[in-house]
């Protein structure tokens, strides 16, 4: 259950890249996607527990920065790869 959504079932889906840590999920009676944060997540299966800490512990590595230390461009060819 997340805690401003409903009490109906969401499903944990991707990674939505607003910032880290959020999750993309979706809400199976209202039929929405929205972002979530662990901490927003009331009760969960065990199975989304395993999966919510396999994807906080950072699979996705950080997107491309330049010798200066900022981000590249969305239309440079390492941000499109990394996207």
């Known amino acids: 259950m997340v805690g ?7 499903y ?4 939505p ?6 999750m993309g999920a979706w809400c199976l009676l209202k039929r929405v ?3 979530v ?3 927003e997540i009331e009760d969960c299966s065990s199975e ?7 994807f906080l512990t950072g699979c996705e590595p950080n997107a491309p920065k330049d010798e ?7 239309d440079d060819p390492s941000s ?3 996207r």
């Open 4 to 10: 401003n959504c409903c009490s109906g079932k969401h």
């Open 12 to 15: 944990l889906l991707y990674n």
């Open 17 to 22: 890249h607003t910032f880290p840590g959020r």
């Open 33 to 35: 996607h929205f972002c």
């Open 37 to 39: 944060s662990k901490s």
């Open 48 to 54: 989304a527990r395993y999966w919510i800490r396999g």
């Open 68 to 74: 200066e230390g900022d981000y590249l461009p969305e």
């Open 80 to 82: 499109q790869r990394w």
